[in-house]
């Protein structure tokens, strides 16, 4: 045993040295700027992990921010960029001073409150100083073993080495360099980059905004896309812009920077140059005007988005009086956006072709612009050129179209038109073409984008429900937004579940990730829920075999939901969590809380597992909100701080007009997630139903008591006449019962207004079929026969461990 122990000491030894003598190496070159990153890497060598990341402070101290990884990307292990520094994450607590190691067991314990890695993972948080954290994740099944965990507390105590101080000045910067601090705009310039913008370095104040307040308005965008980059963008990027002179043109700059990663308690900063490139610009106008349009065009998404930016972009720099860009779809063009919108400011022919919003017209009815969209080449018809009527009234003192291809394709086309004559010189034609190759292009992948939305919003709304009930004593709104983050299909639902004896089950969820697979399971889990309670099972119940139905289907998602069902008669429920956010009540007086409901594990990840019930009383007036973490966390607040925010809006909310309560709720969602949210208000029901319930023994005299019974009570109920039908009905169904079915039998009387229904349920899942025929000498099989001759409806539904049977008259009391 010695000799073993030995020889894992020796081990670790081994291993700990080569990783103290890396460390070391690194730590020989303090003024490296890819220090921190190399310091990280020795996590993925030496602890074997597959992620390490850093988390600092940010300007305001209460966001640990990641300022440098390593290892796969984060978002591969569910890792975010910013957690709270006073919540109760990993980092949080690690930032605190306290070394948190996590295994898969912890991780789906903690997926219900807050977003963690994957289940399959091991994480380890581990503080440095300036109340900073070293994150790792590993994937390898054991975790991180004890050499590991030595390996790691070095790597952190090299993370909090001190950084070597930075001059207040620009005195260690190479002849036109900078240093830009993105958290806070101080700059550190060069001397030669305070001479191109004009400034005496006596009186620069060392913030960015003096200089930017000194570029050309037009190139500002642009220019503040980089200097307000944010660490996510972390890379080299190049730009030329215009700085206005005391006297003559601009002068052209050319700024080359690297967004650098901060760390060791220090900001994220943009490194790089600034030189001057007047001598490369021959014209600055058109080449301006390119840039914007460009720039515009990298954000625009939709074909209506690429639209507004080639109008913004053109048509008052080139003072042009019309603008329309259209779609080609087969041989129609397909306007989708008009510049002027007014009818009136356009051709009357265009004002005959009007649709609902935008005109749309065969190509064939305009020749020139159809040749146009062959060659694939702008044409250009100064004022006075013979056009038909179609495009003569759109630009009468000249016309420009411009076909937008991208490829060997034909996206569609933009029209510009004048009705002053206008002269078009060489560098506005060029300005054209430019133009409409960068639009076509643009077009072509916000067409591909809209289909793709279409689509994924088209399944989305198959997978949800397409309208909510009519409920007894209350009202219902639901919403669901997707998340505009990218196309992928979102796991979040909800569902509203009509049941018996005036009971409605509120259902809300979330599957976790964000694919076509998500939302598959999604669909399937809202049908298992469904049809788990529509069996008449219990909350628990419904949820226990949801649970197990999805550990069956082994798959890697788990699911987590809040399922309340309520009991519309008394205005009570009973809710059950399975790792999901609680309900929030508001109460008649305005006063709002979150529901004290103890939750179970999300569902798939533990096969045998309790999913308590918690009681809520509901008093009418009462709104019960139910939503997902996409409406309530964000990067900047953690999960429960999000929960007591939305709250505080339902207690400000009027629950009299539900719909315009819940699109405020959700015009407050931050969108980086789907969300999906359920308003309920319970008003009571003005008219409760007189109910009487008899356990039938199995006795010979059982059909008399039960006959016994009903008389007795629609006596009380004030129901004398016309009693001989529903009697008869209570002694087929109770002896079908009795006969064909084992274990218990129940009978249920309840009468609203003039409308009476009998219902015996028993222990048989089995339905009663009614026979085709009976011949004149059959001794049985006519019950259900009489039951249908005698009532106004008669049934079947399935409950818990059975099934009931049941049919309803029309009485007079």
Not at 378 to 398: F, H, N, R
Not at 538 to 566: G, H, I, K, Q, W
Not at 580 to 594: A, Q, S, Y
Not at 748 to 768: E, H, I, Q, T, Y
Request: aromatic share 4%.
């Amino acid at each position: 045993m010695a000799n073993v122990v030995g020889e894992g000491a020796a081990g670790r030894s081994t291993r700990t040295l080569r990783a103290e003598g890396a460390l070391t190496a690194i730590a020989a070159d303090p003024d490296s700027p890819e220090r921190l990153r190399r310091i990280l890497e020795q996590a993925l060598v030496f602890a074997g992990a597959a992620f390490a990341g850093v988390y600092t402070p940010g300007e305001d101290g209460e966001l640990l921010c990641l300022t440098e990884t390593a290892g796969v990307p984060r978002t591969l292990c569910g890792v975010r960029d910013c957690y709270s520094a006073t919540g109760r994450s990993p980092v949080a607590e690690a930032a605190r001073g306290r070394t948190v190691w996590l295994g898969p067991r912890d991780l789906a314990a903690q997926a219900q409150s807050r977003r963690t890695p994957r289940r399959d993972f091991h994480l380890a948080a581990l503080p440095v100083r300036h109340d900073g954290c070293l994150l790792a994740v590993s994937e390898r099944p054991g975790g991180f073993d004890a050499d590991e965990r030595a390996c790691l507390g070095l790597v952190a105590a090299a993370v909090a080495a001190p950084a070597p101080p930075v001059p207040a000045d620009g005195a260690d910067l190479p002849p036109g360099g900078f240093s830009l601090a993105m958290d806070t705009g101080r700059l550190r310039v060069h001397d030669d980059v305070l001479d191109l913008f004009g400034v005496d370095p006596d009186d620069f104040d060392g913030r960015v905004e003096t200089l930017l307040g000194l570029t050309v308005p037009e190139d500002l965008p642009s220019l503040m896309s980089v200097v307000e980059a944010d660490h996510m963008t972390i890379g080299d990027r190049e730009l030329e812009f215009r700085v206005l002179q005391p006297a003559g043109p601009p002068r052209w700059l050319r700024l080359r920077g690297r967004l650098a990663p901060g760390g060791e308690g220090r900001p994220a900063r943009l490194v790089g140059s600034v030189t001057d490139a007047s001598s490369l610009r021959a014209d600055v106008t058109d080449v301006a005007r390119v840039q914007r349009l460009a720039a515009a065009l990298s954000t625009a998404v939709t074909v209506r988005d690429v639209g507004k930016a080639v109008v913004a972009a053109l048509r008052r720099p080139l003072r042009a009086d019309r603008m329309a860009l259209a779609e080609l779809e087969s041989d129609r063009l397909v306007v989708t956006v008009l510049d002027p919108p007014e009818p009136e400011a356009w051709p009357e022919v265009w004002r005959s072709e009007w649709r609902t919003e935008w005109p749309d017209a065969p190509v064939r009815t305009m020749p020139t612009l159809a040749a146009a969209l062959r060659e694939g080449r702008p044409g250009i018809w100064p004022a006075g050129s013979p056009l038909e009527p179609a495009l003569a009234g759109v630009g009468p003192g000249g016309l420009a179209v411009l076909p937008l291809a991208a490829g060997n394709r034909m996206a569609g086309a933009c029209l510009v038109g004048w009705d002053a004559p206008h002269d078009f010189g060489a560098d506005e034609r060029t300005l054209l073409t430019a133009a409409a190759n960068l639009a076509g292009q643009a077009l072509m992948r916000a067409r591909a984008f809209d289909a793709e939305h279409e689509l994924v919003g088209m399944l989305q709304r198959q997978l949800l429900p397409r309208r909510l009930p009519r409920l007894p004593g209350a009202v219902a709104v639901a919403r669901y937004l997707p998340s505009t983050a990218g196309l992928e299909l979102g796991g979040d639902w909800y569902d509203v579940i009509p049941l018996p004896d005036n009971h409605v089950a509120l259902v809300i969820g979330d599957v976790q990730g964000h694919s076509a697979g998500a939302a598959t399971l999604m669909g399937q889990m809202r049908t298992a829920l469904r049809a788990y309670a529509v069996e008449g099972h219990p909350p628990d119940v419904v949820v226990s075999r949801a649970n197990r139905l999805l550990v069956d289907m082994e798959t890697d998602l788990f699911a987590t939901c809040c399922y309340v069902d309520v009991d519309m008669e008394a205005g009570a429920a009973w809710c059950v969590r399975a790792g999901h956010l609680p309900p929030v009540l508001r109460h008649p007086d305005g006063r709002t809380e979150i529901a004290e409901a103890e939750g179970g594990p999300p569902l798939g990840v533990v096969r045998q597992c309790d999913f308590p019930m918690s009681p809520l009383r509901l008093q009418p007036g009462t709104l019960v909100a139910l939503t997902t973490d996409g409406l309530v966390e964000s990067p900047d607040s953690d999960i429960d701080e999000g929960l007591e925010r939305f709250a505080r809006q339902v207690s400000a909310a009027d629950p009299a007009r539900l719909g315009p309560v819940a699109d405020a709720l959700l015009g407050r969602a931050p969108r980086s997630d789907d969300v999906a949210l359920l308003l309920m208000r319970y008003d009571g029901m003005e008219t409760r139903p007189l109910r009487e319930s008899w356990t039938v023994w199995r006795v010979p005299q059982a059909v008399g008591h039960a006959r016994r019974f009903t008389r007795r009570t629609l006596r009380s109920w004030g129901v004398t006449d016309e009693i001989d039908a529903p009697l008869l009905a209570v002694s087929e169904l109770v002896t079908n019962a009795l006969v064909h079915t084992e274990g218990q039998v129940r009978l249920d009387l309840s009468l609203v207004g003039d409308r009476l229904r009998l219902a015996v349920a028993d222990a048989s899942p089995r339905s009663p079929v009614k026979p085709t025929s009976i011949g004149w000498e059959a001794t049985g099989g006519r019950g259900i026969l009489l039951v249908e001759a005698v009532s106004a409806t008669w049934g079947t539904l399935p409950v818990s461990g059975g099934k009931q049977v049941w049919a309803e008259f029309t009485v007079r009391t």
